[in-house]
């Protein structure tokens, strides 16, 4: 056993304090002491450790079972993108077949205003250009230095 001085070394003592004052160190220390680890509680606030709640049942599935599925899967995604691939076809071909109508009606209509312009060629009135009336710019300043001579 140990003696009464051995356990009081282990202990605080609040000798000459005030009630107020050990009454107020005995709360700040009891909140200061530590919670047992985790592992040592029995229950736990950790949502992991909790179980599922129950539901139907699941079949376990084996490991060909898995890969039928994974081939199901990758066979309706290729017959998916084939498909895509059809239409995505189709549409360009409309596009070339439209294109090559405007194309055609272009030309129809250039051909069309090509003959018009021939058949108006002949009777088109003959346009007389005029000279221009240019004037020199030495001209303008002698004409300006003389209308200041006459001023003065």
Request: aromatic fraction near 6%; include cysteine; charge should be neutral.
């Amino acid at each position: 056993m140990e003696s009464p001085e051995e356990i009081g070394a282990n202990f605080m003592v609040f000798a000459g304090s005030s009630e107020r004052d050990v009454l107020c160190s005995k709360i700040f220390w009891s909140s200061l002491t530590l919670q047992p680890p985790l592992e040592s509680r029995l229950v736990s606030g950790n949502m992991e450790q909790r179980l599922r709640p129950a539901g139907e049942p699941r079949l376990r599935r084996n490991y060909t079972q898995q890969q039928l599925e994974d081939l199901k899967t990758e066979y309706f995604l290729w017959e998916a993108q084939r498909e895509q691939d059809i239409e995505q076809r189709a549409r360009y071909l409309q596009k070339a077949k439209r294109r090559e109508e405007i194309m055609a009606l272009l030309k129809r209509q250039r051909e069309d205003r090509i003959k018009k312009e021939l058949v108006s060629l002949g009777h088109r009135p003959v346009i007389v250009a005029e000279e221009p009336r240019f004037s020199t710019p030495g001209t303008d300043v002698l004409e300006d230095g003389e209308a200041v001579k006459q001023l003065s």
